[in-house]
C-alpha cells in the first residue's frame, strides 16, 4: 500500500524566502506526482503535476523536482510571498493513473 | 470551462436524515472521485467510478452511504441516515489530460455538518 509522507507538518518563514517542502513515497512505481494548495476553507488547486518520466515542472515561482527511484518530491518555492500561506499537498498517482494517495500536507505561513 | 461542479456548498443538517450531495465533472473526463477531508483523517477517497461505473468503493465507510454516477455529467453521494461523525467536507474530483498526463481537478467540496 503506497505511504506518502510529508515533510515539515508546518513551515513559517519571512516574507522572500526560498523554501523547500518535502514530500516521500514508498511505492516507486507511480504513474505521477501532483502538487496541490489548499487555502483554509477552500478545495484543492492544482499547482504542479509531473510525470513519472520527468524529473521536474516548472510554473512561475514554483519549481517541483520528482526522484523516483529514491521515493522523493520536493516543491520549491521562490522568493516567497504572504499570499503563498496555504496548506500544500503531495500525492502520488498509482501506475494506472486511476488513484491518488494523498501525504498529510506542510502547512505554510510566510510573514511579511 | 467551468471546472469541477459540488452543491451544495454548505450543508447542516440533523442526525438521522438524509443528506445528498452532488457533483458535475469536467466534460470529458472519465474517471470521477469522491473523497473525505477531516482534520484528524487528512483526505480519504471513498468512492470512484471509471465511465460511470463503480470501481472500487473500499473507501465507503458504512453501508449507510452510498454513491451512483447514472451519466457522465452527474454524481452523486447519500448519507442516509446521517450521524455526528460524518461532519466534514466531501470533495468530488474528476481526472483528464493535464498537458500530457492525467491529473485530477478538485470541486470547491461541500462542508457537511450534522448536529
Known amino acids: 500500500k503506497q505511504e506518502v509522507t510529508q515533510i515539515p507538518a508546518a513551515l513559517s518563514v519571512p516574507e522572500g524566502e526560498n523554501l523547500v517542502l518535502n514530500c516521500s513515497f514508498t511505492d516507486s512505481a507511480i504513474y505521477n506526482l501532483q502538487w496541490f494548495r489548499q487555502d483554509p476553507g477552500k478545495g484543492l488547486t492544482s499547482l504542479l503535476l509531473?510525470?513519472?518520466?520527468?524529473r521536474e515542472q516548472t510554473s512561475g515561482r514554483l519549481n517541483a523536482s520528482l526522484d523516483k527511484s529514491s521515493g522523493r518530491s520536493t516543491l520549491y518555492i521562490a522568493a516567497s510571498q504572504p499570499g503563498d500561506s496555504a496548506t500544500y499537498l503531495c500525492?502520488?498517482?498509482?501506475?494506472?493513473?486511476?488513484?491518488?494517495?494523498f501525504g498529510e500536507g506542510t502547512q505554510l505561513t510566510v510573514n511579511p | 470551462d467551468a471546472g469541477v461542479i459540488q452543491s451544495p456548498r454548505h450543508e447542516v443538517t440533523e442526525m438521522g436524515q438524509e443528506v445528498t450531495l452532488r457533483c458535475k465533472p469536467i466534460s470529458g473526463h472519465d474517471y470521477l472521485f469522491w473523497y473525505r477531508q477531516t482534520m484528524m483523517r487528512g483526505l480519504e477517497l471513498l468512492i470512484y467510478?471509471?465511465?460511470?461505473?463503480?470501481?472500487?468503493d473500499s473507501g465507503m465507510p458504512e453501508d449507510r452511504f452510498s454513491a451512483k454516477m447514472p451519466n457522465a455529467s452527474f454524481s452523486t453521494l447519500k448519507i442516509q441516515p446521517s450521524e455526528p461523525r460524518d461532519s466534514a467536507v466531501y470533495f468530488c474530483a474528476s481526472r483528464g489530460l493535464i498537458r500530457d498526463s492525467y491529473g485530477y481537478t478538485f470541486g470547491s467540496g461541500t462542508r457537511l455538518t450534522v448536529v
Open positions: 500525492a502520488v498517482g498509482e501506475t494506472s493513473g486511476s488513484r491518488l494517495t
Open positions: 467510478f471509471n465511465n460511470n461505473v463503480p470501481i472500487d
Open positions: 509531473i510525470q513519472s518520466s520527468q
